[in-house]
């Protein structure tokens, strides 16, 4: 069962997988995915993530348990910022553990693209020429095929 | 029914959610946008160009030929961008 989390705070990373572990030993790889804030052109201020409260976890959870269908999890850790976010900060967390790398690393994939093309959030860019919303990107939705 | 809205669709449409009740003839979520949009301006402006929105029932994605009830949680929003 995967641990979801939706939330304004930041996350430490080292604690979360510590967190997951629970004292196991009967994962072989651990596989964390970290998003950050990107500012390519050095123009953004901050980027704001609006949400679907009661949504946001119900699709979370939800691409997780396919996750965990396809995949023998051992563990699977999910936690996404809400709010207000400067450039570097982080946004996304995945954490997957499994007996071997491959089921962990494609789990994790896996995660990320459904994650991107399903959960309801949307970025809203502060840059100094005013704020604007996010176009979605054909790419992240072609993404999906490969997991057809 | 329970209507929702996000990012710039909440904002063309001047609020985040509303209550109102079911037309008789409204029985998919693509008659409901066609009856929200012969409103007003406003809802033309948010939800006319049926492309570039998603839609979600009772907080699950669906398709415009979905069935909606007076019962239902209606959402309405762009593309999702999160990650």
């Not at chain 1, 996750?67 to 946004?91: Q, S």
């Not at chain 2, 063309?12 to 079911?22: A, D, H, P």
Request: hydrophobic residues 40%; charged residues 25%.
């Amino acid at each position: 069962m995967a641990q979801i989390s939706v939330q304004a705070g930041d996350f430490n990373i080292s604690d979360e997988i510590d967190a997951l572990k629970g004292g196991r030993t009967d994962m072989g790889a651990i596989v964390t995915f970290t998003g950050t804030v990107r500012d390519v052109t050095g123009e953004l201020n901050a980027m704001t993530l609006e949400h679907y409260p009661g949504m946001t976890e119900a699709e979370l959870a939800r691409v997780a348990e396919e996750a965990e269908a396809r995949w023998p999890l051992v563990g699977c850790r999910v936690i996404h910022r809400y709010g207000r976010l400067e450039p570097g900060d982080n946004i996304v967390l995945v954490i997957t553990m499994s007996a071997h790398r491959h089921a962990a690393f494609d789990a994790a994939n896996f995660l990320m693209d459904f994650l991107k093309s399903r959960a309801p959030f949307w970025k809203n860019e502060e840059t100094g020429a005013g704020s604007g919303w996010v176009d979605a990107r054909e790419s992240d939705h072609a993404a999906l095929k490969r997991w057809d | 029914m329970q209507l929702v809205y996000f990012a710039w669709v909440r904002e063309r449409v001047g609020k985040s959610e509303e209550t109102m009740q079911l037309p008789g003839d409204v029985e998919t979520v693509a008659d409901l946008i066609a009856h929200l949009v012969s409103i007003n301006e406003i809802y033309g402006a948010a939800l006319g160009d049926t492309d570039k929105i998603r839609i979600a029932v009772n907080q699950e994605h669906v398709s415009t030929d979905h069935p909606v009830t007076d019962a239902d949680e209606i959402a309405f929003f762009p593309p999702v961008t999160g990650g």
